[in-house]
Nanobody, 125 residues
């Protein structure tokens, strides 16, 4: 059974950095694309970044391009999101998710039955 455990969130000032970690289990990690999503209360969950199964392709939403870097270590079943130059609008709960392809993960309105507990990121101005 799939399990996703996110960590690494916290409270920082604008311009600061955080590194999020997602540890996955219950499925063949290297066979799946992985993505980071974020959600603000009252708003829909937003896909932020995605990386292919072997890590050779990464994609980002325009608002985080040049500031966030997604990476993965398949030997450790672990996904990362390095977030630099954080802005108050990055404040959200961040979640990771798995699917076959990034095109699936970043499809608008995509729904999944399972989500981890997420990790809170708060950026103050």
């Amino acid at each position: 059974q799939m399990q996703l455990v996110e960590s690494g969130g916290g409270s920082v000032q604008a311009g600061g950095s955080l590194r999020l970690t997602c540890i996955a289990s219950g499925f063949t990690f290297e066979d799946h694309a992985m993505a980071w999503f974020r959600q603000v209360p009252g708003k829909e969950r937003e896909g932020v970044s995605c990386i292919s199964g072997n890590g050779d392709i990464a994609d980002y939403v325009n608002s985080v391009k040049g500031r966030f870097t997604i990476s993965r270590v398949n030997a450790k079943n672990t996904l990362y999101l390095q977030m630099d130059d954080l802005k108050p609008e990055d404040t959200a709960i961040y979640y990771c998710q798995a699917d076959e392809l990034c095109d699936d993960l970043l499809q608008p309105g995509i729904q999944y039955n399972y989500w981890g507990q997420g990790t809170q990121v708060t950026v103050s101005s």
